[in-house]
């Protein structure tokens, strides 16, 4: 599949806002594997000395990690030290500066609860179910997912975390503890409650269509799409007839 221009790609959050919290901690290894991101190579591709600034880049970008910059301004700051170097918005330089710190703490995240195994039973794919939240992210949600997967693999600009999933008292080999129920909304109550318009404007007008008729079911709203030179990411499935798909779900 050819890449798709960021812009095209679902915004699930507010960039401008957005902040860090409770994230765990980066890992020195995302820190070592940034900057990988498609939008960057796209950038980047045929530049005579694009080593120096993907060097370059990676410096700031982990610089702001290390001080707990915002990406925004993290990105505004890439943006101004490279722009007699790249032609590109800042905008898009946000994006770049959000999406790699973002993942530096998810593998921050995975790290520690790989080390966790003991007492972990996976993870939980978990999007925030607001009214920016792309079908793709609201699809995936409530997944559950082994620990040595990485993830969440959500589009740029993306907003997903992923929720340690502890195994059961039973599985811990205490038979005759209750168990809690788990705090993990239900997506398609959800999507149920919203309004028409609410619903029309996360699905838009196609996709609508197809989902009040049966054909376009919530299990199959995200499509995992491979990209040269960084991650999968899962982006909205076309507005073509879709069938059920089977998901891991809590
Ligand atoms: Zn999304």
Excluded at 139 to 146: A, L, P, W
Aim: proline share 7%; net charge negative.
């Amino acid at each position: 599949m050819t890449a798709q221009p960021i812009e095209e790609l679902p915004t699930d959050v507010d960039i401008e806002t957005q902040e860090f919290v409770g994230w765990s901690v980066p890992s020195d290894a995302a820190l070592d594997s940034i900057v990988r991101s498609t939008v960057a190579t796209k950038l980047l591709d045929g530049l005579k000395n694009h080593e120096q600034i993907r060097e370059e880049l990676r410096r700031i970008l982990s610089q702001g990690l290390d001080d707990g910059v915002n990406p925004v301004t993290v990105g505004r700051t890439a943006q101004k030290a490279l722009e007699d170097y790249l032609q590109t918005t800042r905008a898009r330089m946000v994006t770049i500066a959000r999406t790699e710190m973002l993942d530096a703490y998810r593998q921050g995240a995975a790290l520690t609860q790989q080390a966790n195994s003991e007492v972990l039973a996976g993870w939980v794919w978990m999007s925030s179910l607001s009214e920016r939240t792309c079908p793709a992210c609201i699809s995936m949600h409530g997944t559950v997912h082994d620990l040595s997967e990485p993830g969440p693999d959500d589009h740029p600009n993306g907003a997903c975390y992923r929720m340690p999933l502890t195994k059961t008292w039973k599985e811990l080999g205490f038979k005759d503890i209750p168990e809690p129920s788990l705090v993990v909304p239900d997506k398609e109550q959800w999507f149920e409650s919203l309004s028409e318009l609410q619903q029309k404007q996360i699905l838009g007008p196609s996709r609508y269509d197809l989902w009040v008729n049966g054909q376009y079911p919530m299990s199959a709203w995200a499509t995992s799409r491979a990209n040269p030179g960084w991650r999968r990411s899962y982006i909205p499935s076309p507005a073509i007839p879709l069938k059920h798909k089977r998901q891991r779900v809590i």
